[in-house]
């Protein structure tokens, strides 16, 4: 069985990879691993106002991840294996990849136009050779 990992954002890159690996998962009867980032916060506000910043920011990925799930599921009649984690984009992927040696392969977007963002920078070129 194949595991497809999906990085998922609020962009068309991340619903065209979604859209692949579901594809992909039901066509090899595999499964899908959808995996939102919620980036740290460049400011530390006050302590109450900071951690409103950060929960919020949280909620946002969860309904985004929680929404992306039912598209898997009713694309390709999958249960994908959703995770929200807190951090840096390439150091947290790396660390779920670690995590999860069943994972096949690491499905990302690249915009049409312009540069690719950070991961599909780092795992398309200096990262390509050391993942897990």
Known sequence: MRVYLVIMDETEEARTALHFATRRAAKTNGTVHILALVPRQPFVAFGGVQATIE???????EVLV??????????????????VRTGEGVRVVREYLAEHSEIAALVLGAAKEGSPGPLVTHFSGQGVGSLP
């Open 66 to 83: 929680t929404s992306a799930a039912g598209n898997v599921l009713s694309e390709g009649g999958l249960m994908p294996v959703i995770s």
């Open 55 to 61: 929960d919020e920011a949280r909620a946002r990925a």
